[in-house]
Each structure stands twice: as structure tokens, then as C-alpha cells.
């Protein structure tokens, strides 16, 4: 398909292709009406539906949800270091972590008083090199000192998680993935969330499956899943997700006991609870994850077939089938004769919304200005993805003639 350039300029001045959107379907409404109809807001059942769904969709034994990916990160990690199964976790022990990731990652780590240790990224999937993890643990006089793994699933792409987990057990560390952005990747036919100890998800608006702003971890570790429980509330003794002390009945401490378990505290914990709307957009939008997941490869594929032939100037991302995108991702390739900042404002100007790939942490983002000195020219391939590379959107809610037209503004931008 081509248009005319008065048809584009017509087109565009009203089409605005999101990077993520969510629209309140028939489905949505009544999701919310049922949440107003049982009379409680504040975490309760819908919480604990949307809890064992989405420990269902990722075939994990538990899941615990939380009010942000953040603090779904921060739950994670402050579990591990207050179980003393593991004691090499502690404040001021080593993270290894990608230096290309949503800020939020790294400030959990730094958050939690973990230390993270960056490791450079692959060009093409964004995921970090195992090989460059063992490298660096190889390398180093002090492997008592590192504790945990955390790779990031970023855009969908899975890390190699054998590798990782190999690695993990040589070197006696845990991992932990951040599978925020991959809501139903595949690694080796198990989803991304399912292949370590802990794994966390965001759901975010723009994110797969998405509710405005919710989080979760996920394990298949009881001990686990009971401490985060009391985590997320202010570390209170009870770890019930329904108390049923309203109904005169409470399974684990007896009720002519002289406390009550829910102002009892035996952790110091967060209060990272989830509101029951948030869990009712969450459930209602499970509900259609397959469809998601397919619409979203669909137009990934679409693009990838009309932008070919900007394959000079452009890296265009992956395509496999057990990838469930979060955006369309674009790197400028090194010889281009093109600028990120002059394609982003074209595609802005005619109403093609766009990200940057979250830049390099350690040496781009002014928070983590104190570690530039030590990891500037370290990681090339994220310090290249940080400044070249960007996103627009591929979500479902982007029609056959949305897509068309952003081929169509590519077209007219490179051609
Ligand atoms: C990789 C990654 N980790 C963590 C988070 C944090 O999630 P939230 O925004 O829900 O706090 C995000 C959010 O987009 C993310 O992309």
C-alpha cells in the first residue's frame, strides 16, 4: 500500500500510534462493576484470583502480588536476603546484572544494599552474555562475594537460562529473573518467570498483560512465598491472603489467643499491597494473553517484512514465534546516514510515538553517574544499544491500517 503525501499528512495529524495503550473493553467494566458489587476495594479475592491465574499461565507452584514490578523487584530481593538458607546473600554482596534494563532493576539492587555488577549485553536479543559472566567470575579475587543473578528479559527476548543456571550452580548463586517485559516468551517450551529460584513481572500499562500498575514474584519455593507474603505487609505474623478472622475463623492461631496476628510483626517489611481493581484488570486481561501474544508477533512480523529493505541503516528485531514483544525494537546500525534523534522526531511528527532503549545504565543514566568512571567503554554493545537504539509500539490494540501507516511514514522518512 502507498499514500500520497497529502493523504499522509491528513492521515497523521489524527493518527497517533501509541507505544502501549489499554482500552476499557465490555470485559474491563464489568471486571471493575464486580469489584464495586462485593463491597471492598483494598487486597482481598480478586488478588488472590489473579494470583494463582497468573502462577497458572507461567506454571510456576506460587505467585505474590504486588503493587509495581519495582516493588515486586524489591520484595524478591529482600526475601532472599532474610532467609537464612541463604547466607552469602546479605547487604553489600554482588548482583550480576545487564547494564541495559529499565532503571527499576538497578535500583532495587541498590535499594536493597546489594551491590550490582554489570555485564554487557548481546547486540541483536539485548540479553546478557553468559559467557561474559563466567569470564568475569573467572576473573575475580573475590567470588565469595557475589550472590545472585539477575537477567532481564528485556522486549520479550529470553536470556539463555541453561547457561545462566549453569553457571549459578558452578559458582553457588541464586537467580532471579526480571521477566517484566516478557509476559509468555518461551525459553526451550517453559516461560520466561519459570526458570529460576524467583522471577518478577510487571504489569505496568504499556506491558503485555497489563493493569495500570501491579507487579508480581513468582516461585515454586513455599518458605519463600510465605516471608514476600509478610513482606509486602509491613511484615505482619499472619502471610493469609483472604483472612477469614471476619467469619470467626483463622486456621493457624487461635482466636482466644490475646493478639491479633494481623497487627503482629515479626519481619520488617513494605507495605507493597494491591488494590482489587488492579487484580480484576489483571485477571480479565489473562483471559486474552494468547490473543495478545499472537497480535503483537503478527504486527512484529508485518514490520519486519516491509522494513527489510532499510536494512542498511536499520537492525530490525528478531522474529521467533516464542517471543511475546513488549515493543518493536530498532537499532541504528553504525554506518547509517541516519541519527536516532532525526528518525524519532520524523516519527513524532507524524504521530508515531517512540522510546529510547533505556539506555546503559551505569554510564548513561545521571542517577548511577558515581559508577561511570569504573564501566565507561566497558560495555560496548549496551553503551551502543543506549544511544542508538529505540521503540515503537506493536501492541494489540494497533490495527491492520495502523500498521500499514507506519510502514507507509517509514517510506517516506528513508526512501
Ligand atoms: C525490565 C523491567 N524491570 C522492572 C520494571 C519495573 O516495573 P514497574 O514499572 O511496574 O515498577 C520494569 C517496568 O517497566 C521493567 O521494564
Not at 493523504?7 to 464486580?34: H, L
Not at 463491597?39 to 505467585?63: M, P, Q
Amino acid at each position: 500500500m502507498t499514500l500520497s503525501s497529502d493523504t499522509i499528512k491528513e492521515v497523521s495529524v489524527k493518527k497517533r500510534i501509541s507505544v502501549g495503550d489499554f482500552q476499557i473493553s465490555t470485559e474491563e467494566r464489568a471486571a471493575i462493576n464486580e469489584v464495586l458489587d462485593a463491597g471492598r476495594i483494598s487486597e482481598w479475592k480478586k488478588v488472590s484470583e489473579f494470583e494463582r491465574l497468573f502462577a497458572d499461565y507461567i506454571n510456576t507452584k506460587h505467585c505474590v502480588a504486588v503493587h509495581s514490578g519495582t516493588s515486586a523487584l524489591i520484595v524478591g530481593l529482600s526475601a532472599l536476603i532474610y532467609d537464612s538458607r541463604f547466607p552469602k546473600i546479605k547487604k553489600g554482596s554482588k548482583v550480576i546484572t545487564t547494564p541495559l534494563t529499565y532503571v527499576a532493576t538497578i535500583n532495587a539492587i541498590v535499594l536493597t544494599g546489594l551491590e550490582p555488577v554489570f555485564i554487557d549485553v548481546d547486540p541483536y536479543s539485548f540479553s546478557i552474555l553468559p559467557q561474559k559472566i563466567e569470564e568475569h567470575l573467572r576473573s575475580v579475587n573475590d567470588p565469595e562475594n557475589y550472590s545472585i543473578i539477575l537477567p532481564v528479559h528485556l522486549m520479550g527476548y529470553s536470556c539463555d537460562m541453561d547457561e545462566i543456571n549453569r553457571i549459578a550452580r558452578k559458582y553457588d548463586l541464586v537467580v532471579l529473573e526480571d521477566s517484566a517485559q516478557a509476559h509468555g516468551s518461551l525459553y526451550k517450551r517453559q516461560r520466561t518467570g519459570s526458570l529460576s529460584l524467583l522471577s518478577i513481572f510487571s504489569f505496568y500499562i504499556a506491558h503485555n498483560i497489563q493493569a495500570g500498575e501491579m507487579g508480581a514474584v513468582m516461585t515454586d519455593d513455599e518458605k519463600l512465598i510465605n516471608l514476600m507474603r509478610k513482606l509486602k505487609a509491613n511484615g505482619r505474623v499472619c502471610d493469609c491472603s483472604v483472612c477469614t478472622r471476619p467469619n470467626g475463623y483463622c486456621p493457624y492461631f487461635p482466636q482466644d489467643d490475646d493478639f491479633d496476628p494481623r497487627f503482629v510483626h515479626d519481619v520488617i517489611g513494605y507495605n507493597f499491597k494491591v488494590m482489587e481493581f488492579e487484580a480484576a484488570l489483571g485477571v480479565s486481561q489473562l483471559k486474552k494473553a494468547d490473543l495478545i501474544f499472537v497480535k503483537r508477533q503478527n504486527n512484529v512480523r508485518y514490520l519486519n517484512e516491509h522494513l527489510d529493505k532499510y536494512s542498511d541503516d536499520l537492525q530490525l528485531p528478531a522474529f521467533s514465534e516464542n517471543i511475546s514483544y513488549l515493543a518493536y525494537p530498532i537499532v541504528i546500525k553504525e554506518h547509517s546516514k541516519y541519527s536516532r534523534k532525526y528518525l524519532r522526531e520524523e516519527l513524532e511528527r507524524n504521530g508515531i510515538e517512540s522510546r529510547p532503549l533505556f539506555g546503559c545504565v551505569p554510564t548513561q543514566q545521571p542517577a548511577y553517574n558515581y559508577l561511570k568512571g569504573e564501566y565507561e567503554g566497558k560495555m560496548p554493545n549496551a553503551e551502543y544499544a543506549g544511544k542508538n537504539a529505540f521503540y515503537i509500539g506493536c501492541h494489540q490494540y494497533l490495527h491492520k491500517d495502523d500498521i500499514e501507516y507506519v510502514v507507509c511514514i517509514f517510506d517516506k522518512i528513508l526512501s
